[in-house]
């Protein structure tokens, strides 16, 4: 091979790479890489359910073309534990959605482990993720309820480039 045609096959696979996390984000939040937003309706309780892994009207280019602090977290409940986590997080995710600071918040459940979970949290900047976290809906739900279910906790925070 050319060094030109390396070039572009490295180039392809990277943008095709990109393009597939970009999709699969996507596909998590439940909006089509295609259309450039989705309404949604709200149910009664001010926010969506988990199952729809929704942020409100917002859509990722509008979360993503600012700066922000990205917080992503892993959770594993302890055995038997999991669907009692699935049903806390039930209430958390429209509380932590519709936060003012938030720009995006999405949790996953793990299909072939349904006892990891997964958190994908935009927050507009450090002073509204230390907010989210003093939150009394955050201490409800996560600090009093989830984590003692919990067999492992990770968090890891980076910046936008």
Partial sequence: MKRSEVSTTTM???????VGWFAA?????????WAGSQARSEHSNGGLPMKHYAMSTR???D????????????????EGQADKVA?????????AQKDP?????????????PAQFLFYELFQDEA???????????KTYIAEQALPLLAKRER?????L
Wanted: glycine share 8%; aromatic share 10%; no cysteine.
């Fill in 12 to 18: 392809m696979l990277t943008r095709r790479s990109a």
């Fill in 87 to 95: 049903e806390i997080l039930d209430g958390f995710l429209p509380e």
């Fill in 156 to 160: 890891t925070q980076y910046a936008l």
């Fill in 25 to 33: 984000i996507m596909a998590i939040a439940g909006v089509s890489p």
């Fill in 101 to 113: 600071g938030t720009k995006l918040f999405l949790i996953g459940r793990g299909k072939d482990n």
């Fill in 59 to 61: 859509t990722i280019s």
């Fill in 128 to 138: 509204a993720f230390k907010a989210h976290a003093e939150s009394a809906y955050f």
């Fill in 63 to 78: 979360a993503i073309n600012t700066a922000g602090l990205l917080v992503v977290a892993q959770w594993e409940a302890k």
